[in-house]
C-alpha cells in the first residue's frame, strides 16, 4: 500500500506549488528526515491519505501537536468504513476518492 501512496502523492504534486507546515519541536525524524505537513491548494495532503486508508497515523515516535485530533477521527473514519490498508488484505483492489484541490481566486 505504501507504493500506491507515494504513486498518488507524486501524480498529485509534480509540478505543483505546495506549502510546508513544520512541528515547532520537532523538525526531524529519528532518522534525519524533514518531517512536515504538506498543503496543496489550502489542503492537508498528510491527513488526506490517513483519510483515504492509504497511511496509518503514526505515533510511535510522538504524535501531532497540530494536528492530532484530526488524524484520529480520519484514520477511525478508515477504518470504520475498511478503506484500503484497513480492509480485507486479500483484496487488492485499492479504493482511492481523488483529491481535488481547489482553484485559488
Known amino acids: 500500500m505504501g507504493k500506491v501512496a507515494s504513486r498518488y ?5 509534480i509540478g ?3 506549502d510546508l507546515e513544520f512541528e515547532i ?3 526531524r525524524g529519528n532518522k534525519g528526515r ?6 496543496l491548494d489550502g ?3 498528510n ?5 483515504q486508508g492509504l497511511s496509518p497515523y503514526y505515533t510511535k515516535y510522538g504524535k501531532s501537536e497540530k494536528f492530532d485530533s484530526e488524524f484520529r477521527t480520519a484514520e477511525k473514519q478508515a477504518r470504520k468504513e475498511k478503506l ?9 483492489h485499492v479504493v482511492i476518492q481523488f483529491f481535488t484541490p481547489t482553484k485559488s481566486s
Not at 524533514?34 to 498543503?39: E, K, P, R
Not at 491527513?47 to 483519510?51: D, E, F, H, K, P
Not at 484500503?84 to 487488492?92: E, F
Open 9 to 13: 502523492t507524486q501524480e498529485k504534486l
Open 16 to 18: 505543483k506549488y505546495v
Open 25 to 27: 519541536k520537532r523538525l
Open 34 to 39: 524533514l518531517l512536515a505537513y504538506v498543503f
Open 43 to 45: 489542503k492537508n495532503l
Open 47 to 51: 491527513l488526506y491519505l490517513v483519510r
Open 84 to 92: 484500503n490498508i484497513w480492509g480485507d488484505q486479500k483484496n487488492d
